[in-house]
Every structure is written in C-alpha cells, then in structure tokens.
C-alpha cells in the first residue's frame, strides 16, 4: 500500500505540517475520542506527538493518517482519510496566498482535469495553461484563476497534484468539487456560505419547483436562478431534473467570482456550456433565451435596519414579471415582508395583497430560524407563485407554518409533498389529503383583511379527527379518576402513618461527630467504586429497550429516571464489559452538577461521567445507601463550583462526610424511607395534575375543547 505521506506528505507548505488533536484524530477515523487514546495507550507504533496545546498533544497529521491506512482501524474508508489529507494541506497553503484563491485555483484545476480527461499534475505548467486557453478562450470558467496563482512555477504544478489526489480519493471530478465546497468554511472561505441556505431546505426549494415532473417540450425547459451565489441552488435542481430532459439553466449574480465559481460546479457535473448562461449581473437575459417555465430564487440578505417589506415586495414583483401560464416561481426571502403583519393599507401591505387579488400567489410557509446557517437569527418564509389562466383561478392558497419545527428532513418532506398535491389538484383542496403542517382557505380572508400576517390562524381541519384529539375528553375523565385515586390513597396512608418526627437534638461537645471519606470507606473495604460506561447516543432512548440507562441527567434529576433505556442485544454485543448496577447501589456525578441517586430495583446501565457506589454489605459497619447519598448532597452543597470555575472545589472522593453510628444510620435511613414514601405520594399527584393542565390546554390551543358550565351538565 502507497503510503498517505508518500502520496501527498510533499506537498505540504514548507514550515507547515497537519497539527491535529485527539478529538480531530476521532474525527477523522469516525471513533470516539476515547478510542483514540486507547489507541495512542495501546499501540507502541502510534504516532507520537510533535508539539503540545497546553496539556493537549498534537500529532503529525500526515503520520495519523498513514497509520490509520496501514492498520486499518476507525471507520472511515481509505479515500475518505486520503481526502481529509488533501483538505487540510489546502488549508495549510493560505500560509501562503489568500483562502479564496486556493478554493478558486483548486476547483478550476479539477475542473480542467474534467475538460481534458487526464491528470493535470502529469502535464508542465506551460503546457497546462495552453490547453486552459484553449479550451477556456473567453475566460469564463478557469483561466483567471489559474492565471492568479502566485508564483505558478511552483505552486502551480503542486497544486494540480492536490486536485489530482482529490480526484482519485472521490472517483470523480464533481465529487472532487463538492468536496472542496463542503469544507469551504475550514478552508476559510466564510463568503461561499454566507448565501446559501442550508443543503436540506435548498434540496426542498428545488423541489418545490417541480422540476422532477418537467418534460423538455417543444421550446426547451428553461429554468431560472436569478442569484446563482456559489451554485448550491443550481446543483440542486440539475439533481432533481430528469437526466433525459436537458434543461437550459439561466442564472444571473452581480458577484463576478460567483458565477464562475458556479459555472465551474455546473461543468464538472455534465452540463455543457450549450446548456447554461450564467451572466455576471443582476438581470435575467430572457430576451435571448425566452422566459423560464421555472423560477427559483434565494433572496440576498439584507440587514433588518437596510430592507423595507416594500423593496422585497417589489423584488417579488419584478420576478413575477417573466412568469408565463403555467409557470412557477419559488422564493425564499425575509419572513417580515412575506408573512409577517404589516402597516394597515400602506404601500408594502396593498403590494403583497395584490399577489392574492391578480392570483399569483399560491402558498406560503413560514419558515423556523436557522435556514442561514451564517445567519442563524434570520426569520424566513417561502412563497410559491404561479400565473394560471382566468378559467382556471381557484381562489384558493396554502398557508403553512413550519417555524416552530425542526428542519429536519421528514418535515420538509412533509411539505414538499403537502404542495405537489396542492398544484397537482389544479391548486385545488384535495378532500383526501389535508396539510400536515397548514390550511387552504380562500385568498379573499387574507385579501381582505389589511395588514394581517400571512399565517395559518387555526390547526389543520383534519386535526380535529386524530385518534389523540378524539380521545383526548376520555383521557382528561381517566386522569381525573386517577388524580382522586392517587388523593385517597394518600390521605388513607398518611392519616395511619405517625406523624414524622426526627427526633434531632444538638450534639452534646464530648461527643463530636467521627468524619470520613469516600476514598477512606474504599480503602476500609466498605466501598466499591465502579466506573460508568461509554455509550453512543444512538444506543439510548431505545422504544421498548430493556435496561434503563442512568446518565447524569437522571441522577442530576433534571430527566425522569427510565427515559432511557438500551436494546438487550446492543448490550451483550456491543458492551460485554459493562456492569449492571445491583440494588442499594448509590450512583454519583459531579458533572454537569453533582448528584447522588440510589437505585433500589438494580439492573441498570450507569453511563459516564456518572458512576457507582456499591456498598459491601459483608462489612463490619456496612453503609446505609441512603444515608451515603443524603449526607453526600449535603457535603457537596459546602463545595459547589463557583462561577468561572472548571470543577467543583473538592473531589466527590475527598467530600469530608458522617461516619454515623450503626444505631445513629439506621434511624436515619429510617426518616429517609418516610421522607421517600411521602414524597412519592405527592410526586405522583404533581404529574396527574401537570398532565391534566397541559392535556386541557392542548385542545384550547388547536380548538378542539371547551370548558362547559358545570352547572349544566
């Protein structure tokens, strides 16, 4: 096997090497960071580290990656480690010209490789940028960039050699490119990201456009992108076109680099030149190529302080302007001017209505935050407009709201679908399919209500006729039997119980309390300390799992102990070495606070940072669980961390607690198991009441309860 560092450990930058920690080693072989030092612990011919961040070594990437390829270990493939070497030996070249450049030089080179079919790096210099003038004769796609490189003697053939590694390690020119585009943030080209929406909802955009169902017809399809930005737009609905169909694609971007950047990615993809015109400008050059059956625009940002609801109405409107019948436009833009409230019969508010009236506009979505990656805060909402003739006008639009969702890719599925049926009906209510996230209702209630905001204002109508909402009144009578239940069976308990008395007087001085330790109690052979266990996340919240899983969360108490649970067969593959709890073991964790919990059932899996104390009940003064985790919460009240701090002042080890008393424990675990039982009593009651508030106002909320005069019924 040709070693990693033999195929591009040269190519590195004089001076640099690929300095890269235990986390970015996990990262790179698809492990968990443990592993990784498990590996370094374990394996004499590890690499070793070449210089420290602190305390944290660092590692010759080149020497990781090598030896990841010659053992075999990790998850990830070979070509997946030969590129991330490639990636970061890009990286480190913005030593020496700027980031942009790299991305620009890099992606033209690969892109020259796809024109010429051969390898780039076995060809000279001069002889590379002969064949680039002839084939890009009037510098659209790749000549600039190549003619930028600085000192292009050098630093040319080198990297002809990384876009050749690339290449090789993805078995494509294209995916080569899209490797490069997706570390563009790494590679420090912030600017490629800041326009482009999120991939899931630029693939759902394309396919609101319905261009999988296009058919090239008699004139060609045209399909239009009036911002091209880096070409993520654009690449997504070549993906979802039909291969046999061929649409010409007219783009447009005032940001020259842009557009070649574009090109560049459209190329190596397939797409001839022939088959797109992708101007440097802000205008669509529709004169030539004819007006576009399909319209997909992300509109740029604009800060919230520089764009009025009327400039992005009026961007719309222009927009609108090329749209043919039949056609159809999808537009992503802010949420303030799309759907939000806007001043009663002012010039935005009678420009947006209009889209309604003249029967453009067929749906609208309100959109979560986080459709910007780089602009987390930026609310957005999708508009989906289509010129119909008169004959066939429905009257009709969607609304759908999905800013309270994740933007996850069951949800966008959801409504990608949700708007085919919708324009697949003749922009007609389907009686057998409602919005799952929306309504349809007549444009007029909008129309004609001035300055109101373009969301749904009820649930769905097929809301009303889920099996939860249809038996949510039944379920409401079941809990409040349940509630009665649980306040007779308390007060039939506790009005037999003695009333709690503790007893507690002051400590006489010639009596003074014995202290000790948790480290002292291991040492004594009155402890066992057990560690936690390393569980992917993926191996929790398992449905119908059969051990219950007690992360720190439950011991902390701010998550309900079984809420977690692992597969039996994940644990006896997965984690041979793990150790089930028994009953009476006190589970404690420092991280994120500190907590003590005593599990009185056993059978449960502890996972790290939390761990185990087991109590030796063959000791000669055996501990009590429960009074272990009580006078341990009270020790470590005394030593929390202060702010700033990493950790708290003292160990759960070191806490200095009670050596109680066998006499003087067993009366105490005896309150505690009073304290316990009561506490449970009105635990359970607190829930039934929390279900029963938040089950009532759920059917307030979507509309489907009301809250009847008692006296009537």
């Not at 420092?590 to 761990?611: C, H, I, K, N, Q």
């Amino acid at each position: 096997m040709t070693s990693t560092r033999e195929a591009a450990g040269p190519t590195l930058p004089e001076g640099s090497s690929w300095r890269i920690s235990y986390s970015e080693i996990g990262a790179l072989a698809q492990v968990q960071r443990p592993v990784v030092t498990t590996w370094a612990r374990r394996h004499g011919d590890f690499p070793k580290p070449v210089a420290y961040a602190g305390a944290s070594p660092l590692f010759d990437g080149a020497d990781v990656a090598d030896w990841l390829l010659t053992t075999g270990r990790g998850n990830a493939d070979a070509r997946q480690i030969q590129a991330e070497l490639v990636l970061y030996t890009l990286s480190a070249l913005r030593q020496q010209m700027p980031a942009r450049l790299v991305v620009d030089a890099v992606t033209a080179l690969i892109c020259l490789r796809h024109q010429l079919d051969t390898a780039v790096a076995a060809l000279p210099w001069g002889t590379l940028m002969a064949q680039a003038e002839e084939i890009d004769t009037e510098d659209r796609f790749l000549l600039q960039e190549l003619r930028s490189i600085p000192d292009a003697d050098r630093q040319g053939p080198m990297l002809a050699t990384l876009a050749d590694q690339l290449t090789e390690a993805a078995y494509s020119p294209a995916e080569a490119v899209e490797w490069v585009m997706g570390a563009r943030r790494r590679l420090g080209c912030d600017d490629l990201t800041a326009g482009e929406p999120m991939p899931l909802v630029t693939t759902a955009l394309a396919r609101l456009s319905g261009i999988a169902d296009e058919e090239e017809g008699e004139e060609g399809l045209v399909v239009a992108v009036p911002y091209s930005r880096s070409g993520d737009l654009l690449l997504a609905l070549q993906s979802q076109s039909d291969p046999e169909t061929r649409p010409f694609y007219l783009s447009a971007d005032p940001v020259r680099d842009l557009a070649r950047l574009a090109r560049r990615r459209m190329l190596v993809r397939g797409v001839y030149e022939i088959e797109m015109e992708l101007a440097d400008g802000e205008t669509l050059d529709t004169d030539e190529w004819g007006y576009p059956r399909i319209v997909v625009c992300v509109l740029p940002y604009e800060a919230a302080e520089a764009r009025t609801p009327l400039g992005v109405l009026q961007q719309i409107q222009n927009l609108t302007r090329v749209l043919e019948y039949g056609c159809v436009a999808i537009v992503l833009g802010p949420a303030d001017a799309l759907v939000g409230p806007l001043p009663p019969r002012g010039e935005a508010d009678r420009l947006r209505r209009s889209f309604l009236t003249n029967h453009l506009l067929k749906a609208v979505v309100s959109m979560p935050e986080g459709v910007f990656p780089s602009r987390p805060a930026h609310r957005t909402a999708i508009w989906v407009l289509s010129r119909t003739p008169k004959a066939q006008r429905t009257g009709l639009v969607m609304l759908a709201d999905l800013a309270a969702q994740p933007l996850t890719e069951s949800v966008l599925n959801a409504l990608v679908e949700d708007v085919e049926i919708f324009r697949a009906g003749g922009w007609r209510s389907d009686g057998r399919h409602d919005p799952r996230h929306g309504v349809i209702l007549n444009a007029t209630a909008l129309s004609e209500s001035p300055g109101v905001a373009f969301r749904p204002q009820h649930r769905p109508h097929a809301s009303r006729f889920t099996r939860d909402v249809i038996e949510r009144p039944a379920r409401i009578s079941d809990l409040e039997l349940r509630l009665q239940q649980l306040v007779d069976a308390t007060l039939s308990e506790l009005s037999a119980a003695e009333a709690i008395r503790t007893h507690a007087v002051l400590r006489s001085d010639d009596r003074p309390a014995r202290r000790t330790t948790v480290v002292r109690l291991i040492k004594e052979r009155r402890l066992r300390r057990l560690p936690g266990h390393r569980i992917a996340a993926e191996h929790l919240s398992v449905p119908g799992g059969h051990y219950t899983v007690l992360t720190p969360e439950e011991i902390v108490g701010s998550a309900p102990v079984g809420g977690r649970r692992m597969d039996r067969a994940v644990v006896h593959t997965m984690y041979e070495h793990a150790e089930f709890t028994e009953p009476g073991d006190v589970v404690v964790t420092a991280t994120p606070s500190f907590g003590a919990y005593v599990d009185d059932e056993g059978l449960s899996v502890v996972a790290f940072p939390a761990r185990v104390l087991r109590v030796r009940s063959d000791a000669e003064n055996p501990i009590r669980p429960r009074v272990l985790a009580a006078v341990l919460r009270a020790a470590a009240a005394e030593h929390e961390r202060v702010p700033g701090a990493v950790r708290a002042s003292r160990r759960i080890e070191e806490l200095l607690i009670p050596d109680l008393s066998d006499s003087e424990a067993q009366r105490y675990e005896a309150l505690l198991v009073d304290i316990a039982r009561r506490t449970a009593l009105l635990r359970q009651q607190a829930a039934a009441l929390d279900d029963l508030a938040a089950m009532t106002a759920d059917g307030l909320i979507d509309g489907t309860l009301t809250i009847t005069d008692p006296t009537l019924s």
